[in-house]
């Protein structure tokens, strides 16, 4: 082979080798390029998650805080609650009790009389008796009824041949419901047959 020959494959060569050294070059730039854009993307979303992030605990430092209050004022309101409960029946026995000491100042002058104490009275119960059925107090009265073990308390049993058997004969003392519950049961004297008309039927 002549050195002209040999110049020639070199100088070819070195074409190859400088047009292959530029195009890695330019995908290096491009590759750089796009790593550059992905970095700012993720620093940007990273950024905007920490805003976020930030927002979601500023709300739950304020949740917590009203939470905290809200429990706060529950809790007081329900001491209040049990405090003033009766506040109201309170309220209502107040002329109860007004109108019982009236009568009592009236009792003790000598130009009373004992219709007029006896008005007076029953203007003090039916007063006592409003206060009660505002607030749902209802009266147990069972005369003549059948025997409930369940709102009576029987203190006696006699015998009765004019009454059929488990009879309410007499209330000794009335009771009372509060909204349907029992507080005191009524204590009454309860009905029998006679031995030998038991024994008969």
Known sequence: MSDEEILENEAAINEVEDASGNTATESDVEASTETEDSIESLKQKLEAAENKATDNWDQLLRLRAEMD???RRTQKDLE???KFAIEKFVNELLPVMDSMELGLDAAAHESSTIESLREGTELTMNMLKTAMD?????EIHP???KFNPDLHQAMSIQENADMDANTVMAVMQKGYLLNDRLVRPAMVM???LPEQKSEES
């Open 143 to 145: 005369q003549g009824e």
């Open 80 to 82: 209040n609650a049990h």
């Open 190 to 192: 309860v009905s029998k």
């Open 69 to 71: 209050n809200l429990r």
């Open 134 to 138: 505002k607030f749902n107090i209802v």
